[in-house]
Every structure is written in C-alpha cells, then in structure tokens.
C-alpha cells in the first residue's frame, strides 16, 4: 500500500531539521545548542522549533558573544484543520479543482506540512540566508472521526534565497549553482524560472530594491498548468516527482550555506560594517512584516504559533534617518546596492 504524501513529507522535514541543526550545531561546538521545543497545535497538528540565540549578560564589563551565529531558527510545522469559503475561494485561483460552493458555508478539511529557516550570523561578512520547503492539500470531508478523506487539491512550494550585507561574488556563484545543479535534474526550466520569481518576490517597492541577492522561489506545484511553466516544458507533475524535487533542493541546503559560513564568519570586521549590516537587517524586517505572504497568513491564521512566525527577525537592525551608507558607488556598501538594484545572473 502506497504511503500517504502527508506522511512522507512529514518524514521527510523532521528528518531535514535534524540534519540542519546538527550541521549548525557541529561547526560551533562551544556555542549553546539549539532549544528544541515542540509544541502542540490546539486546533489540530503539531510542531518543533529549534532556535538558536545567546541571551544578553546583565554584566556590562562582559565580553560580548563570540558565537558563530547570532540568531537562527530551523522550525517544522505538522498542521490540520479546516479551511473556511472564503479561503477556499481565494484558493481557487490558483487551483481550479478544490470544489466551491457560494451557497454554502461547508468548511474543508486541510493538511498543511512545512520546514522554514532563517539564519543570522553574527559576522558581518558572513550572509543571512532564508528557506522554506511546504506542502499543503485540500480533503473531501468525512463523517468519521480521524479518517481521511480523498484527496480534492494538493500542491508543493518553497525556496532559498541569500541575504548577504557584503557581496562576494564567489559566494553568489557558489549559493546559486548548488541550487541549479540541484534544480536541472528535473527540468532545464525550473532554476531559470524559480530564479526570476525569486527576485520578483524578494523586491521591496518602497525601497527600490531587493532583499538580498536571490536564489529560487516557488509555489503551487502540482498536476495542474502552471502560470509560470508552459505546459510544453518538461518539469515534475506528478506527486511523487515534485517530491523528488523538494528533497533534491532541501538537501542542497547545506551543501549550499555552510561553506559560505565557514568562508566567513572568522572575517576581521569593524563598527562600521557592523552599523551597515544593522541597517540592511532593517531592510529585513521591512519585507518580512510588510510584504512577506508567510507571515501575513500566519499571523491571521487563527491558533498560530506567533513566536515561530516572527522567529525570522534578526534580534537587533537599525533604522537611521536619511542615511548616507551606501550612497559612494565604488563602496563596498554601493557594491551591495547596485545588485540589490538590478539583479544579477550569478550561473
């Protein structure tokens, strides 16, 4: 008998949170480990976030932390429940096939299974990165309790993407071919693609620019057309290979960051740069509590776990009125901005 998708993929994320933390936790020995925390779900499912932060020390004579990394959460959701008309409506744009009635008021039943990680680390120098791997389907309702209707609508999103405050090209370089080497195997399409949608989504209007330098972005994978893929143009369809690819680029993960980390983190840094990585972390807070969809429907999500959803802040940025950082285009500052400006084919 064939093992449900919501099975597997549950599986699968809590098997990848283990091996991302424990490749974290394996570079900095001495650092404190992460605080697993599982929880419970009261309208249904459960969870664990594993966070990483070194509390501050009453003692103002205290050396300041040295660890690696200075906030990091890598946080698993298992959830269910039921999805209300008006969201299913809205849904339906997207995925013509999950049944909508307007004269009813018949909720449906949701399974909705994800991994999401935003790591900080505390060296200027050494980027904030940014993933997400999901999946989410839409049951017929059933009478018995416990019991599992047919499936009516199912689709797979995600993505990774690099937010460094110091660009080094060979970071760029490295971060994106890991994910189109991890992309190719299912489709010539998808890093090209997922690419774009990347730098589309990570944009910040008010600013004019993006959050950081890119990487892949993508939803709605499923057996239905794709506003985004031709139908004319191979790619995975099918459940089981839009997992295949899901697992491909969640194994990248690592293979992706943690050289770039290891470059890094040891970099010789001044106040000065910190001052610049604490205001483009502002930038940070600005898309995430501003445009970020996964935050917003988390955060209007009833029952949500509200310090996972902010988990992806940084513990400290900085907002400074009409700051002239960055303004000398042959900075390393000005560097950073230029790219942030017009995004960059890194492969």
């Known amino acids: 008998m064939a093992v449900p998708m919501r099975q597997q993929v549950e599986e699968y994320i809590v098997g990848l949170q283990e091996k991302i933390v424990s490749a974290f936790e394996k570079l900095d020995p001495n650092a404190p480990s992460f605080k697993r925390d599982a929880w419970i779900r009261t309208q249904g499912g459960r969870g664990q976030s594993c966070v990483f932060a070194v509390p501050p020390s009453s003692d103002p004579n205290a050396a300041s932390a040295n660890t690696i990394l200075e906030k990091a959460g890598v946080n698993i959701s298992v959830v269910h429940g039921s999805l209300p008309p008006a969201a299913q409506k809205q849904m339906r744009a997207d995925h013509s096939n999950i049944p909508y009635d307007p004269n009813t008021e018949r909720s449906l039943p949701f399974f909705a299974a994800g991994l999401s990680l935003v790591i900080h680390p505390r060296n200027p120098h050494a980027p904030t990165v940014h993933a997400n791997w999901r999946y989410f389907e839409i049951t017929e309702p059933?009478?018995?309790?416990?019991?599992?209707?047919?499936?009516?609508?199912?689709?797979?999103?995600?993505?990774?993407?690099?937010?460094?405050?110091?660009?080094?090209?060979?970071?760029?370089?490295?971060?994106?071919?890991?994910?189109?080497?991890?992309?190719?195997?299912?489709?010539?399409?998808?890093?090209?693609?997922?690419?774009?949608?990347?730098?589309?989504?990570?944009?910040?209007?008010?600013?004019?620019?993006?959050?950081?330098?890119?990487?892949?972005?993508?939803?709605?994978?499923?057996?239905?057309?794709?506003?985004?893929?031709?139908?004319d143009v191979p790619r995975p369809k099918s459940p089981e290979e839009i997992f295949a690819f899901i697992k491909s680029i969640?194994?990248?993960?690592?293979?992706?960051?943690?050289?770039?980390?290891?470059?890094?983190?040891?970099?010789?840094?001044?106040?000065?740069?910190?001052?610049?990585?604490?205001?483009?972390?502002?930038?940070?807070?600005?898309?995430?509590?501003?445009?970020?969809?996964?935050?917003?429907?988390?955060?209007?999500?009833?029952?949500?776990?509200?310090?996972?959803?902010?988990?992806?802040?940084?513990?400290?940025?900085?907002?400074?009125?009409?700051?002239?950082?960055?303004?000398?285009?042959?900075?390393?500052?000005?560097?950073?901005?230029?790219?942030?400006?017009?995004?960059?084919?890194?492969?």
């Open 142 to 231: 059933v009478e018995k309790e416990g019991e599992v209707g047919k499936v009516v609508a199912w689709w797979f999103g995600g993505g990774s993407d690099l937010t460094p405050s110091y660009l080094y090209e060979e970071d760029a370089i490295h971060f994106h071919k890991t994910l189109k080497d991890a992309c190719d195997p299912h489709g010539a399409s998808l890093y090209p693609t997922f690419k774009k949608w990347c730098d589309e989504y990570f944009y910040i209007p008010h600013r004019q620019e993006s959050r950081g330098i890119g990487g892949i972005f993508f939803d709605d994978l499923s057996d239905e057309p794709h506003k985004r893929l031709p139908d």
């Open 250 to 347: 969640g194994d990248a993960f690592v293979p992706s960051y943690l050289p770039i980390l290891e470059r890094r983190y040891k970099t010789p840094s001044t106040p000065e740069e910190r001052r610049w990585q604490l205001l483009r972390r502002g930038r940070y807070v600005e898309f995430n509590l501003v445009y970020d969809r996964g935050t917003k429907f988390g955060l209007s999500t009833p029952g949500a776990r509200i310090e996972s959803i902010l988990m992806s802040l940084p513990e400290t940025a900085r907002w400074e009125y009409m700051s002239d950082m960055g303004s000398d285009e042959n900075s390393e500052e000005g560097k950073l901005l230029k790219v942030l400006k017009t995004p960059k084919a890194w492969v």
